[in-house]
């Protein structure tokens, strides 16, 4: 479950998607008009989503290439992939050419989108979503967006967002998922070939698929 969400989160924000958005002002959870921005931008952003995976749901099972299309509008419009690549480069951005971290900044933010854009019609859309608080990261580097998916049966999901503006948007560049960072777990998985290949090497695996970006 906590992988599933992640994916669905980082592939395009949609870890709090649900048909059921209009409810989300319960007991419990913040009512949108008490909302800041960023907070808003996630709840009216996914019900849009989640409302156009239902509605398209047959015919993108039938056409992949009109969901990847979909899905990397999405992506492109909510998430910062290159700030995020910095990210999960870490040290080994440092004193990088801006054209290896370009590369590899689309490298990954393709990878994902090819390996996990399909899981989305298997996304479960039964869950509640809840944004329990917002608050200011530090040093004026962002928000942080605190939510919950709410499952029939099963304990809360916490889902945690971190955004920052980027030309005057509010973007994602951070997801947590019970604690599971989207940047740290790709930063893990990617430190030992970037220190043996650089960042030029492993961009180029990752867009010729002889490396996959994996939440495993």
């Keep these: 479950m906590i992988r599933n969400v992640l994916v669905a989160a980082i592939v395009a924000t949609l870890a709090i998607a649900t048909p059921t958005l209009a409810s989300a ?23 849009r989503i989640i409302t156009t995976l239902e509605k398209r749901r047959a015919e993108f099972t039938k056409n992949r290439a009109a969901l990847r299309s979909f899905v990397n509008s999405e992506f ?46 298997d996304f479960n859309t039964k869950l509640t979503p809840r944004v329990k608080s917002e608050a ?48 740290q777990t790709f930063r893990n998985q990617f430190d030992t070939p970037l220190s043996q290949k650089g960042i030029k090497a492993v961009a180029a695996d990752l867009a010729s698929g002889q490396m996959q970006a994996s939440t495993k």
């Excluded at 480069?89 to 399909?118: C, E, I, K, M, W």
């Design 76 to 121: 492109n419009q909510m998430f910062d992939r290159d700030y995020a690549a910095k990210l999960v480069l870490g040290r080994h951005a440092r004193g990088a050419a801006p054209a290896d971290v370009n590369a590899f900044s689309t490298a990954l933010g393709d990878s994902l989108l090819q390996r996990y854009g399909s899981s989305l019609l």
């Design 25 to 47: 002002a319960q007991p419990g959870a913040a009512a949108s008009s008490q909302l800041g921005v960023p907070s808003q931008l996630v709840l009216s952003n996914s019900q």
């Design 136 to 183: 200011p990261l530090p040093n004026g580097l962002g928000v942080r967006v605190n939510s919950e998916l709410v499952r029939a049966g099963g304990d809360p999901v916490p889902v945690t967002y971190l955004m920052h503006q980027v030309g005057g948007q509010w973007k994602v560049f951070d997801v947590m998922v019970e604690g599971v960072s989207f940047v």
